[in-house]
């Protein structure tokens, strides 16, 4: 019986949250990171594995460091780079999927 729920509680896409439910999760520490625009974040890492000393800011994406006096620099000056990167990476995204489907027209035809 027990058997059978541990290794359905393993099965991909249904982690964390169902074994919270159940309450057997491991246990888990949250650790407190805060980013250079003092945005704080608290991510919950299993107890056994170390936290990274970084971590991606969920809301600037610069890198966060857990000491708040201290956060890691911004990696560049621009303050609004988060939202350009997004743009930039949209753009090649489209242009890699307008890439694509030009080659894949272009193999349909020889075949043809
Ligand atoms: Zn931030």
């Not at 159940?22 to 250079?36: L, N």
């Not at 945005?39 to 970084?54: N, V």
């Not at 621009?78 to 272009?106: N, S």
Request: aromatic share 6%; net charge positive; glycine share 8%.
């Amino acid at each position: 019986m027990a058997t059978g729920n541990a290794i359905r509680g393993t099965r991909v896409g249904s982690g964390p949250m169902r074994w919270t439910e159940r309450g057997e999760q491991a246990p888990r520490r949250s650790v407190t990171y805060w980013c250079a625009n003092g945005h704080e974040t608290t991510p919950a890492f299993a107890a056994e594995i170390t936290p990274p000393t970084t971590w991606d800011c969920p809301r600037c994406g610069l890198p966060a460091g857990q000491d708040e006096q201290a956060p890691p620099e911004r990696p560049r000056a621009e303050p609004y780079k988060t939202h350009l990167a997004y743009v930039k990476e949209r753009r090649t995204d489209a242009d890699g999927e307008a890439i694509l489907q030009e080659a894949l027209a272009r193999l349909r035809q020889r075949r043809n």
